[in-house]
């Protein structure tokens, strides 16, 4: 009896630490092929090659049964203690800002080449995207679904998560209810699978990717010496010293390019006494506001998605 009530308390604590863990925003998003497969899709001009990407907000407005199976979805991991960030309002958000986006181009954190994906990512502030595809089967008059769910970092677009499978058959009618038959069973994991990804990063920092350049007309390069240390040194070394751990990795080092991978940044930082989230935008600014106060430098920062920041040395 005493171990059965020592389990029960040992049960019962773990439950509530997971409870009052901090848990990762997540936004519930169709996928590519879903999109693709039921006509929701647009072209888009990239540096001069066309792209088809999904179309979200067609689909939103042409799909009753996709509005129905994210808003199940987001009722189950709420539910679960999951906070949600919702894709229409998210949309409305990113079309409000458009102007004021279109009037920051060329600014600090201009864009490089950025898809309408990369700039809802932004916009959505979520660390986790659940891309959704399902298909409703009929068998007579019984209807049931198959779904795939996969957990994808909104930072580096790795997969951290995933669940897949089919409700029983059933008369139904409401998407909803067989979307919560068939992933029922599956969230649980799923969730500690989204979570555990999310303590890592707590613990060993947000994934991005850095690259260095230099403008080509500004008369010294990357082994450049300022206090008697090459450019690319210091660079490398203030990125050694405020990553979590130490942890990145040197890709490729030349006169004129740099490339940081699986560089690993804290999601928080205290500044002045408060504690503030920091994305990869900040962090690299972090870096050159210092290239410029200690040295002297200028350079530009620009952005591409949430995860890649490219710094260009020389110039604003």
């Known amino acids: 009896m005493k171990k059965i009530f020592l389990s029960i308390i040992f049960i019962s604590s773990a439950l509530l630490l997971f409870a009052q863990a901090k848990k990762p925003t997540i936004m519930v998003v169709p996928s590519d092929q879903w999109c693709i497969k039921n006509g929701y899709t647009q072209t888009i001009d990239i540096q001069g090659a066309s792209t088809v990407i999904p179309d979200y907000q067609a689909a939103l407005q042409n799909s009753t049964d996709l509005l129905m199976a994210i808003s ?3 009722e189950m991991m709420t539910e679960r203690g999951f906070p949600l960030k919702n894709l229409e309002s998210s949309l409305k958000t990113l079309r409000d800002q458009a102007a004021e986006d279109a009037m920051l181009t060329g600014k600090e954190g201009g864009e490089v080449a950025e898809t309408p994906i990369d700039k ?46 089919t409700s029983a058959q059933s008369f139904t009618t409401e998407v909803q209810i067989l979307v919560e038959e ?16 999310f303590d890592d990063m707590f613990t060993n920092g947000r994934e991005i990717i850095v690259r260095i350049k230099t403008w080509d007309n500004i008369g010294y390069d990357l082994e450049e010496e300022f206090d008697g240390e ?12 405020n990553t979590v751990q130490g942890r990145f990795n040197t890709s490729t080092v030349t006169e004129n390019n740099m490339l940081f ?8 930082i205290e500044e002045n006494g408060k504690v ?26 620009m952005m591409q998605g949430l995860g890649q920041a490219q710094l260009v040395i020389g110039a604003k």
């Open 261 to 268: 991978e699986q560089v690993r940044i804290p999601l928080e």
């Open 276 to 301: 503030r989230a920091i994305d990869a935008r900040r962090w690299v600014g972090m870096l050159r506001k210092y290239l410029r106060d200690n040295y002297s430098i200028e350079s530009k920062l």
């Open 182 to 197: 068939a992933i029922l069973s599956h969230i649980d994991l799923f969730n500690s699978q989204l979570q555990a990804h």
């Open 120 to 165: 809802l990512k932004k916009v959505a502030k979520a660390d986790i995207w659940m891309q959704l595809t399902y298909t409703v089967n009929q068998a007579g008059p019984k209807r049931s679904l198959s779904f795939n769910l996969q957990g994808l970092d909104a930072y580096t677009d790795k997969q951290i998560a995933g669940a897949s499978g």
């Open 72 to 74: 199940k979805i987001n």
């Open 230 to 241: 090459m450019l690319s040194t210091i660079i490398e070394d203030w990125i050694a010293d």
